[in-house]
């Protein structure tokens, strides 16, 4: 069974060529079983347009049990790194992009009630907006 984005993809990318945390922990979360990725390694590989195809049904999975599901950050950085991630996926994946549209749209009490700075709470909007677009 290929439970690994490296598996899945059949692509292995071998050692890191830069010797940065992000890099390396990329490189480790391609190895990783997806049945043990945490919200924070959702949000890192989503963040990095990493395996979409793979991780995105993962994450809306996440987003409707817990619209505010959150990694290292801040309540919400899942959300918002999903509707930051590549145009292109989006484009070529509109089944799911109405799914995180009708789910945000179902959630915005949620959202707006969430105990956040403003600043974090305007760019989730914001960048929701975006996504719409």
């Given at each position: 069974m290929k439970n690994t984005i490296e598996q899945i993809e059949s692509v292995y990318w071998g050692k890191p060529e830069f010797?940065?945390?992000?890099?390396?922990?990329?490189?480790?979360?391609?190895?990783?079983?997806l049945d043990d990725f945490e919200i924070e390694d959702l949000?890192?590989?989503?963040?990095?347009?990493?395996?979409?195809?793979i991780l995105i049904p993962i994450a809306i999975k996440v987003l409707k049990t817990n619209i505010l599901a959150e990694g290292d950050y801040y309540e919400g950085d899942l959300l918002k790194n999903v509707l930051t991630s590549e145009k292109d996926f989006w484009d070529n994946h509109s089944d799911y992009r109405n799914e995180i549209i009708s789910l945000v749209e179902e959630k915005l009490e949620d959202i707006q009630k969430m105990d956040t700075t403003d600043e974090i709470r305007v760019s989730i909007f914001e960048a929701f907006e975006a996504f719409k677009r």
């Open positions: 010797d940065s945390h992000l890099v390396v922990t990329c490189h480790q979360l391609r190895k990783k079983n949000r890192i590989m989503i963040g990095q347009n990493i395996a979409l195809p």
